[in-house]
Nanobody, 122 residues
Framework: QVQVVESGGGLVQAGGSLRLSCAAS????????MGWFRQAPGKEREFVAA????????EYADSVKGRFTISRDNVKNTVYLQMTSLDFEDTGIYYC???????????????WGQGTQVTVSS
């Protein structure tokens, strides 16, 4: 089983940047792909970005392309989400999770973390 812990969230002004981290432990090789999802109040959890083990396959939601960058450090067992040009619509709880492949829908993922809150003020 894989355990993940997200960190790096906070309050930021519109136009600002944040970098989220997702530290994985346990049987990390059983879930070689990692994904970021987010959930705004009153909305369903949605896909944000995903990356495979080697970093050669990356997927982004259309809403974050060109603004967010997913990366990973396999020595540290950590996946990052660099977020720039943040706007109010990016507000929500950000979760990371593991999967076999970098899919864009949440049913392929498990080993969810508790999430980290990102709040963008206008």
């Amino acid at each position: 089983q894989v355990q993940v812990v997200e960190s790096g969230g906070g309050l930021v002004q519109a136009g600002g940047s944040l970098r989220l981290s997702c530290a994985a432990s346990g049987r990390t090789l059983s879930r070689p792909a990692m994904g970021w999802f987010r959930q705004a109040p009153g909305k369903e959890r949605e896909f944000v970005a995903a990356i495979n083990w080697s970093g050669t396959t990356i997927e982004y939601a259309d809403s974050v392309k060109g603004r967010f960058t997913i990366s990973r450090d396999n020595v540290k067992n950590t996946v990052y989400l660099q977020m720039t040009s943040l706007d109010f619509e990016d507000t929500g709880i950000y979760y990371c999770a593991g999967a076999l492949w970098p899919r864009t829908t949440l049913e392929y993922y498990d080993s969810w973390g508790q999430g980290t809150q990102v709040t963008v003020s206008s």
